[in-house]
């Protein structure tokens, strides 16, 4: 993974070149807006976007920095959020920075006082990363904040059975597109499809970008759909 230079992390925090890029999620059928994700955006100081997972990777060398950065961006994109449900990320590793005993969370607090928020939790590459969402998952649920499991299928991750069993909305990885021909992945989206039905969860299929990938999501029965197929309804704000 690239690297980035120390002066340019530096003149980013510095400067806050942040922005928040609000995608729609598309009701599968009618194509009406339902809500927005609201994803992170970084820019250099010639307003090159840089690519947000090698900013946040050098934030982790860094833990309060990280915290610092995704409170500075949650304010950001609750701030600007278009109306109605709000899809939001977080960083599990910024969350447990300030997950102290005896006191509430200063990201918790935070988010639990707009309505309509979906904390989005991202499936995990490994144990740790796991125990982390899974403590994450919990303070939310308790605060009955809706929960949804992100990029489910996507490669070099886990599914965590009790988070799957928690959340509230199941949002699968574009990567399925490329392994629906495969009958036994075939069988396994549509059997968690149709555990997402009987359990009453909501369903997303991202990475839609054609028509024929609508209408494969058609075909699924899931609930939303999600990619550049809409862009035109893409939001883009800067700090």
């Given at each position: 993974m690239s690297k980035l230079s120390p002066i340019v992390l530096l003149d980013v925090i510095q400067q806050q070149r942040f922005g928040v890029e609000y995608q729609p999620l598309i009701h599968t059928h009618n194509l009406e807006t339902i809500a927005h994700e609201a994803l992170a955006r970084f820019y250099r100081a010639d307003e090159q976007l840089l690519h947000t997972d090698h900013l946040f990777n050098e934030l982790h060398h860094s833990p309060l920095t990280l915290f610092q950065v995704e409170y500075a961006m949650k304010q950001l994109q609750l701030a600007h959020a278009p109306a109605g449900e709000l899809f939001l990320n977080l960083d599990p590793d910024a969350y447990a920075v300030a997950d102290i005993t005896g006191e509430e969370n200063p990201l918790l607090s935070m988010?639990?006082?707009?309505?309509?928020?979906?904390?989005?939790?991202i499936e995990n590459s490994d144990i740790s990363?796991?125990?982390?969402?899974a403590n994450m998952a919990q303070a939310f649920h308790k605060k009955n904040i809706q929960l949804a499991l992100d990029d489910i299928g996507s490669p070099h991750s886990m599914l965590s059975l009790p988070i799957l069993i928690t959340v509230d909305c199941l949002k699968f990885d574009r990567s399925w597109f490329n392994q629906l021909y495969l009958p036994n992945h075939r069988i396994a989206l549509e059997s968690l499809i149709r555990y997402a039905k009987d359990t009453g969860k909501r369903t997303v299929l991202e990475g839609v970008e054609t028509a024929e990938q609508l209408e494969i999501a058609r075909q699924l029965?899931?609930?939303?759909?999600?990619g550049f197929l809409f862009k035109q309804r893409f939001i883009q704000i800067r700090a």
């Open positions: 988010l639990q006082q707009r309505s309509n928020v979906v904390l989005e939790i990363d796991a125990r982390q969402s029965n899931v609930d939303m759909v999600q």
